[in-house]
């Protein structure tokens, strides 16, 4: 598939970086743009060596401000379910994915923009982040997941505060309510986050993908039930050879070569 309003690159064998390109329109989200996403979040579903995808936005003044509002303004009732209905399933594969999600958050992350960085794993920010939800002030709500991915991760009334004010947060708050993971000067992000991919990509392959599936798994479960998830995630990593290798490793005193079995 050729892509018009994204790029793909594999910076380094097994780590993927998506950038949302269409910085004329501040990496507005429209159908077309949203159809591409879901293309590369397949792509890196069937690909056994992946280990991790990136995900950014051109250019130096935005990560993605939103959906897109000219495509939006005229759509039927109809054409709005679809849409959404599009976002969201977009949004759930991305979340879904085997491997970490990483969001580079490079300035404005609005409306669709905030919803995709949340459905990404976490967020590592720039110090000119500017994160919100302002659907309000155009007579609307979020339509990818915000109402529900925005209270998970900062508690129901920081997320309403957001949500019904549309202010912006900048990278500090945004720090220090756990929305970003870590803040970058601008020009540092992309290695920044390149280097905590390299870092996830050394590990062994199997156990990032079982840590990601407890994680999330058994977020939706009680403790206990979670706890269950855990130990059967454990067990299955005693049946790989990754599992052999690594402890062998440790006590011969030399790095791992984990094979991805
Ligand atoms: N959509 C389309 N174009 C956008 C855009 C957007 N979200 N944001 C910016 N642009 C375009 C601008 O129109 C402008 O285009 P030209 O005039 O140059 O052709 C260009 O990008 C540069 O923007 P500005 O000239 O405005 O740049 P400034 O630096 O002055 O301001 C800004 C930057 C980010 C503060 C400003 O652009 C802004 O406020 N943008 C809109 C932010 C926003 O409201 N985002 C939320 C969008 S609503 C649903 C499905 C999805 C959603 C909801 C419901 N269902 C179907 C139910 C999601 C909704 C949203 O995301």
């Given at each position: 598939?050729?892509?018009?309003?994204?790029?793909?690159e594999?910076?380094?064998p097994?780590?993927?970086?998506?950038?949302?390109?269409?910085?004329?329109a501040?990496n507005?989200l429209?159908a077309?743009?949203?159809?591409?996403i879901?293309?590369v979040?397949r792509?890196v579903?069937?690909?056994?060596?992946?280990?991790v995808l990136?995900?950014?936005?051109?250019?130096?003044?935005?990560?993605?401000?939103?959906a897109?509002?000219?495509?939006?303004?005229?759509?039927?009732?109809?054409?709005?379910?679809?849409?959404?209905?599009?976002?969201?399933?977009?949004?759930?594969?991305?979340?879904?994915?085997?491997v970490?999600v990483?969001?580079?958050?490079?300035?404005?992350?609005?409306?669709?923009?905030c919803?995709?960085?949340?459905?990404c794993?976490w967020?590592?920010?720039?110090?000119?982040?500017?994160?919100?939800q302002?659907?309000?002030?155009?007579?609307?709500l979020?339509?990818?997941?915000g109402?529900?991915?925005?209270?998970?991760?900062?508690?129901?009334?920081?997320?309403?505060?957001l949500?019904?004010?549309?202010?912006q947060?900048?990278?500090?708050?945004?720090?220090r309510?756990?929305?970003?993971?870590?803040?970058?000067?601008?020009?540092?992000?992309?290695?920044?986050?390149?280097e905590?991919?390299?870092?996830?990509?050394?590990?062994g392959?199997?156990?990032?993908?079982?840590?990601?599936?407890?994680?999330?798994?058994?977020?939706?479960?009680?403790?206990?039930?979670a706890?269950?998830?855990?130990?059967?995630?454990?067990a299955r990593?005693?049946t790989t050879?990754?599992q052999?290798?690594?402890m062998?490793a440790?006590l011969?005193?030399?790095?791992?070569?984990?094979?991805?079995?």
């Open positions: 598939m050729t892509f018009q309003n994204i790029l793909l594999q910076p380094e097994g780590i993927y970086l998506l950038t949302v390109n269409r910085p004329k501040l507005a429209n077309a743009t949203l159809d591409e879901a293309a979040v792509k579903a069937a690909d056994d060596a992946a280990r990136l995900v950014t936005g051109a250019g130096e003044k935005a990560f993605v401000a939103g897109d509002i000219a495509e939006m303004r005229d759509i039927t009732i109809e054409q709005a379910q679809a849409f959404s209905e599009k976002g969201m399933q977009v949004m759930h594969a991305l979340e879904s994915l085997p970490p990483i969001a580079l958050v490079n300035g404005y992350c609005l409306g669709g923009g919803e995709l960085a949340l459905a794993d967020i590592l920010a720039s110090d000119t982040a500017a994160f919100g302002p659907e309000v002030n155009l007579g609307i979020p339509g990818f997941g109402t529900q991915r925005l209270p998970r991760k900062l508690g129901p009334a920081r997320a309403l505060e949500l019904t004010t549309g202010r947060v900048k990278a500090d708050e945004a720090l309510v756990g929305l970003a993971n870590h803040v970058y000067p601008a020009a540092e992000l992309r290695a920044q986050g390149l905590l991919a390299r870092s996830i990509a050394a590990k392959p199997v156990a990032v993908r079982l840590v990601k599936q407890a994680v999330q798994r058994g977020g939706n479960l009680d403790l206990y039930t706890c269950a998830l855990e130990t059967d995630l454990f990593a005693f050879q990754d052999k290798e690594g062998r440790f011969e005193k030399r790095p791992a070569k984990f094979q991805n079995r």
